[in-house]
């Protein structure tokens, strides 16, 4: 299988399926010397982790990563950082009879056409456990951003119908809630809303916002390595996500240029913009404003109705799925758009610094090298 590595610099390559004995992750291109233990990982895991909520699959994991090699003395060597969180409850009886047929809503038949073959428990490398080796390199992008005093910061702007207002903005809100909305009141509406998908044995989808802080202007290409396009891959490549949005997105189909149109405006000396319906880029490059991003999740496809499907034989059937499964993604993928938009921009800016001449040769001058 290919295409399971992205980056050009800080480049990642997850591995493993959803029953396999772990799941994992390869980080290639981590700068030497940032301070790096498990702790810095393990937080962000737990923000995505089974079991964490009433909404969430019951699936219960620890999800505790291991780092294999690449740190050295609580620091990275430069050299590949490998690591690992074993899976502990993965129960294969569940997902037994789905060998026999193709679920809607998932990957199944699109394998067997791909393969001849697939891995059916829990699906296999489509599962979204495939997820903890993003969110674990993301991790590293976040620290590593960290030091440079860019922050990202994702969290749920709406569940089915229910949208957060930003008068209630509390991002405090959102990482103690069972939703990730940072609006107390909206929260508890979509919670109740939750319940009753629960009830009528249905899903829910939603929307996630990201948002990029403190990014430099000039980062990002004009063809096709577009800052935004980058972006646009690697949230388009987390599972279940079905649109993507910068700045007004879709909105801007239908207004005016003069009211879409940024306004510069000078102050000392820094160039600024009046408004950002661009959402931080222009041209495909960073313009100094802050990045906003949405992802647009589809409801959780493994629902408990019955539905109609076919089986391997040609056959028109009906089913119930069983197992342990999500009534909303949308919660435990936010820490995942935060680590994909983090790794994405992380590796653009360790492109960039090849850009300019001027600044090639001010690093060497001032290195002596």
Known sequence: M??????????????????????????????????LDESDIQKFLDRRKPGSSQYATQRKEADCVEIL????????????????????????SDYREIASYYRPGHADFTFDQKYGFRDYRGGGRSSGRETIGRVAAGAVASKLLSELGITVTAYTQAIGDITISMDNFDIEEARTNQTGMPDKEASKRAEAYLKECMEKLDSAGGVVTCQVNNMPAGIGEPVFDKLDANLAKAIMSIGAVKAFEIGDGTKAASAYGSSNNDSFRQTGETVSKATNHAGGILGGISDGSEIILRA?????????????????????????????????????????????TAITILDMLLQNMTSRIDKIKMFYNEKNI
């Open 69 to 92: 090699s690449g740190v050295f003395e609580g620091r990275t060597t430069g050299t590949p950082i490998s690591m690992i969180v074993h899976n502990t409850s993965h129960r294969t």
């Open 2 to 35: 290919s295409g399971s590595t992205f980056g050009k610099i800080f480049k990642i390559t997850t591995w493993g399926e959803s029953h396999g004995a772990g799941i994992g992750v390869v980080i290639d291109g981590c700068p030497a010397g940032l301070l």
């Open 296 to 340: 647009y999740f589809k409801p959780t496809p493994s629902i408990f109705q019955k539905q109609e499907t076919v089986n391997k034989n040609g056959e028109n059937i009906s089913i119930q799925i069983k197992g342990r499964h999500d009534p909303v993604i949308v919660p435990r993928a936010v820490v995942v758009v935060e680590a994909m």
